[in-house]
């Protein structure tokens, strides 16, 4: 059973910066791999940032050189620290444990945390 629990979204103007919490517990290669995504309106899931146990990082093109995601595994705990925020950020933010590994049986969601950036 892997147990995700999404926090820190919030309103933000734009320039502003947020920082989103996921914590996970249940199946240790589930959670190996973590990471966040949002939906554009009308467009398929969008990787925004995914960290592995082992320390890797890697950033969707949209983000790179602004948001930073980081992995606590005693904690089993992945931050993203969002930075130089823009309205077209605005989004539900979903942290997912699993998904990039590739199994089936290893793809769970989180409720989803509200982020929107005003100008």
């Known amino acids: 059973q892997v147990q995700v629990v999404e926090s820190g979204g919030g309103s933000v103007q734009a320039g502003g910066s947020l920082r989103l919490s996921c914590a996970a517990s249940g199946d240790a290669v589930c959670i190996s791999a973590m990471g966040w995504y949002r939906q554009r309106p009308g467009k398929e899931w969008e990787l925004v940032a995914v960290a592995l146990s082992g320390g890797n990082t890697y950033y969707g093109d949209s983000v790179k050189g602004r948001f930073n995601i980081s992995r606590d595994n005693a904690k089993k705990t992945v931050y993203l620290q969002m930075n130089d925020l823009k309205p077209e950020d605005t989004d539900v933010y979903y942290c997912?444990?699993?998904?990039?590994?590739?199994?089936?049986?290893?793809?769970?969601w989180g409720q989803g945390t509200q982020v929107t950036v005003s100008s």
């Open positions: 997912n444990a699993g998904r990039i590994t590739g199994y089936p049986g290893c793809d769970y």
